[in-house]
């Protein structure tokens, strides 16, 4: 069984920190890591995804990934309200069916 | 980035009926989509993985004569669900990617609710 694993939180944070999301995985060969937001009742859109070993920045957010230690997270710089959301995590092994984790519940605080 | 539309986005009906969910990539070829189910505060479960012009993959548990996939054109696929059940309530999300690409986009979801 490949798991994505998520600590389902909730996360608070205050507004202006920085959020940090975790996701490990158990496939070692997985290849594209993906993380997506979702909002109460709305469906995921892509926030960001990586390939390669290290970080990537996109704006306020970083993805960083260690494939040595199966492990892939998500920083959310600058806090806002509007953040507020479940972060899923998703890895597929080249086979375009991402497998998701169950997210994580992320609450900023005015 | 890519939009991907479903129709109906809310969907009411009496136990026995068929559904028909319709998902649509706008502004790309779509030669795979995938149809998710999430029930209240779960994740997302693939249903099924559809190829444009071949039968549809279901995983484990997901009965492929009751949740009917076709994908006629690389812009749509559509989801029946059929003789639904109250049980069969849900929100269901479909996907799309474009070719040989892995990043899936996603559909607004529709939410059925079987009376």
């Known amino acids: 069984q490949k798991e994505v694993e998520q600590n389902s939180g909730p996360l608070s944070v205050p507004e202006g920190a920085i959020a940090s999301l975790n996701c490990t995985y158990s496939?070692?060969?997985?290849?594209?890591f993906f993380w997506y937001r979702q909002y109460s009742g709305k469906s995921p859109e892509l926030i960001m995804f990586?390939?390669?070993?290290g970080d990537k920045e996109d704006g306020r957010f970083t993805a960083q990934l260690n494939k040595a230690s199966q492990y892939v997270s998500l920083l959310i710089r600058d806090s806002q309200p509007s953040d507020s959301a479940t972060y899923l995590c998703?890895?597929?092994?080249?086979?375009?069916?991402?497998?998701f984790g169950k997210g994580t519940s992320l609450l900023v605080t005015p | 980035g890519a939009v991907v539309s479903q129709h109906p986005s809310w969907v009411i009906c009496k136990s026995g009926t068929s559904v028909k969910i319709e998902c649509r990539s706008l502004?790309?070829?779509?030669?795979?989509m995938f149809w998710y189910r999430q029930f209240p505060k779960q994740s997302l479960m693939l249903m099924a993985t559809?190829?444009?012009?071949?039968?549809?993959?279901?995983e484990q548990g997901v009965e492929k004569d009751k949740f009917l996939i076709n994908h006629a054109s690389l812009t749509l696929s559509t989801l029946t669900v059929t003789s639904a059940h109250p049980e069969d309530s849900s929100f269901y999300i479909c996907?799309?990617?474009?070719?040989?690409?892995?990043?899936?986009?996603f559909g607004p979801g529709t939410r059925l609710l079987v009376l």
């Open positions: 996907s799309a990617s474009e070719p040989l690409q892995e990043t899936q986009y």
């Open positions: 496939d070692r060969g997985s290849q594209s």
């Open positions: 990586i390939y390669s070993n």
């Open positions: 998703a890895v597929t092994n080249s086979g375009y069916a991402l497998n």
């Open positions: 502004d790309f070829q779509a030669t795979t």
């Open positions: 559809s190829n444009e012009g071949s039968k549809a993959t279901y």
